[in-house]
T-cell receptor
């Protein structure tokens, strides 16, 4: 298995633009987690899904952020409009059961 | 307020010596604890875990100790190797949380040859 796949690996955009981050889960996994890593706040959980259903989105910072799971193997995290303070590394992770999560390589987002 | 705290942002150890990384938590409902290792430009990778029914779990050079009364866990690496240089994250979860992990901010370990 290729593991969790994220795209793009790097994204540079201008303030106000829409950004879409993508994640493909490991085949057979049923939980999907989106995290944001910054120097100040470390690794923060934004939202997680179980069997395609959002379970907890309390970590989503603002209405500018939205996440979807259109099918069991794919998810998107969208930021519209983007702001410079959204600059961070965004990780997604998948798991089969409570406990160990498998992380993707991350998307480094820079909003100018 | 942080539920999982790693109070040392960095640690430097000589190759061959023991590395001890510490983690404290505040939520007494946490019952499963994990350590992840992260290299630059990569996602965190699972290293070792422990459930609250145990106080020690060992896997090769890595041992995790759990002190429930103190709400403290530690990761011991012995002997430390230069390839162990990475950021180590402590994480905790609560039974029934469907896998929601709460992470500490990480400790950057540098193992010097």
């Amino acid at each position: 298995d290729a593991g969790v796949i994220q795209s793009p690996r790097h994204e540079v955009t201008e303030m106000g633009q829409e950004v879409t981050l993508r994640c493909k889960l490991i085949s057979g996994h049923n939980s999907l987690f989106w995290y944001r890593q910054t120097m100040m706040r470390g690794l923060e959980l934004l939202i997680y899904f179980n069997n395609n259903v959002p379970i907890d989105d309390s970590g989503m910072p603002e209405d500018r952020f939205s996440a979807k799971m259109p099918n069991a193997s794919f998810s998107t995290l969208k930021i519209q409009p983007s702001e410079p303070r959204d600059s961070a590394v965004y990780f997604c992770a998948s798991s089969l059961r409570a406990g160990e999560q498998f992380f993707g390589p991350g998307t480094r987002l820079t909003v100018l | 307020d942080q539920q999982v705290k790693q109070n040392s942002p960095s640690l430097s150890v000589q190759e061959g010596r023991i590395s001890i990384l510490n983690c404290d938590y505040t939520n007494s409902m946490f019952d499963y604890f994990l350590w992840y290792k992260k290299y630059p430009a990569e996602g965190p990778t699972f290293l070792i875990s422990i459930s609250s029914i145990k106080d020690k779990n060992e896997d090769g050079r890595f041992t995790v100790f759990l002190n429930k009364s103190a709400k403290h866990l530690s990761l011991h690496i012995v002997p430390s190797q230069p390839g162990d240089s990475a950021v180590y994250f402590c994480a905790a979860s609560e039974w029934g949380s469907q896998g929601n992990l709460i992470f500490g901010k990480g400790t950057k370990l540098s193992v010097k040859p």
